[in-house]
């Protein structure tokens, strides 16, 4: 079992920058698939980025591809997402997810209910 601890979220105005961190506690981080998904009031949560075990697969859904990049620090039990280029209709509250790769098939985690484990999120909101 894993626990996740997001940090790193705030204000920001547009066109600018922050970076999530996603701090996992518990054993055999390294093979775990990891996510970001974010929630807006009202809506539903929606998937922002996936990264495989070893760092070397990556997805992300068109809304933030090219301005969020999602990268893993095993050796840290630490996932990331810099998100820059950052505009009104990012805020929401990001949650950090994962899930185990027991056999490393190199998972990706683009659904929510693909998740088994899930941080209590942090808030982002980018003002115009």
């Known amino acids: 079992q894993v626990q996740l601890v997001e940090s790193g979220g705030g204000l920001a105005q547009a066109g600018g920058s922050l970076r999530l961190s996603c701090a996992a506690s518990?054993?055999?981080?390294?093979?775990?698939?990891m996510g970001w998904f974010r929630q807006a009031p009202g809506k539903e949560r929606e998937f922002v980025a996936a990264?495989?075990?070893?760092?070397?697969?990556?997805s992300y859904p068109d809304s933030v591809k090219g301005r969020f990049t999602i990268s893993r620090d095993n050796a840290k039990n630490t996932v990331y997402l810099q998100m820059n280029s950052l505009k009104p209709e990012d805020t929401a509250v990001y949650f950090c997810?994962?899930?185990?790769?027991?056999?490393?098939?190199?998972?990706?985690?683009?659904?929510?209910?693909?998740?088994?484990?899930w941080g209590q999120g942090t808030q982002v909101t980018v003002s115009a």
């Open positions: 518990g054993r055999a981080f390294s093979r775990y698939a």
């Open positions: 990264i495989n075990w070893s760092g070397r697969a990556t």
């Open positions: 997810a994962g899930t185990e790769d027991r056999d490393y098939d190199n998972k990706l985690i683009t659904r929510a209910l693909d998740a088994d484990y």
